[in-house]
């Protein structure tokens, strides 16, 4: 009910709308973005296309990479999160950052390594953006909040600083024509050795 209200009382820039999440929450961004699956109630047969061409670019925080039909998820992933086994980011042409742990990596969801979360990046059409952050985890250096039970052995202050910093470099960069942030932001990041980014 608040939405209208602000785009009402021009407190909203419907032009300027970007969505961002992590892990099954970046799955879910990706799908808005273009990503397609295969619906699991068609015995995978039928194509799943929820794009919405109101959201102008997007961030995925640790997201989820391809299930290559089920051949690189874990078992527990195969029978539990069928919907993972058939993500095609062929069709993800929106703008997106993706931001990886280089370290992340997952037994309980992939049968490979950190590389997965990389997967949006490198299956998607250009332009995207790939910031693996070094020695991070799953939650990035703390994403979920410091002093959760899942970031009690991935928390540091300094890594999600860093994500901060460029996340909101890239909104700037996507919704504002701010070039020169996100290359500033990209440059400080990638020269302090907290990791490295990628373009295409």
């Not at 051949?71 to 997106?96: G, Q």
Request: charged residues 25%; negative net charge; aromatic residues 6%.
């Amino acid at each position: 009910a608040a939405v209208p209200f602000l785009v009402d009382r021009g407190g909203l820039d419907a032009s300027r709308v970007a969505v961002v999440g992590h892990s099954l929450g970046a799955h879910t961004a990706a799908v808005l973005l273009g990503m397609r699956l295969k619906d699991p109630a068609s015995d995978f047969t039928t194509d799943v296309d929820l794009r919405d061409t109101r959201i102008r670019a997007g961030i995925l925080l640790a997201g989820i990479g391809d299930g290559n039909g089920g051949k690189d998820l874990s078992a527990f992933a195969n029978d539990t999160c069928s919907f993972m086994r058939h993500s095609d980011y062929s069709t993800m042409a929106a703008p997106a950052l993706v931001v990886a742990g280089a370290d992340d990596i997952s037994p309980h969801l992939t049968t490979r390594g950190a590389d997965w979360h990389a997967d949006p990046f490198r299956l998607s059409p250009a332009p995207k953006s790939l910031a693996t952050i070094a020695d991070a985890w799953h939650c990035l250096g703390g994403i979920s909040g410091f002093d959760t039970k899942e970031t009690r052995d991935d928390e540091s202050p300094e890594r999600i600083a860093a994500v901060q910093r460029l996340t909101t470099a890239y909104l700037r960069k996507v919704l504002c024509d701010d070039s020169k942030t996100w290359d500033a932001a990209a440059a400080a990041f990638a020269e302090a050795g907290l990791g490295t980014v990628e373009e295409k």
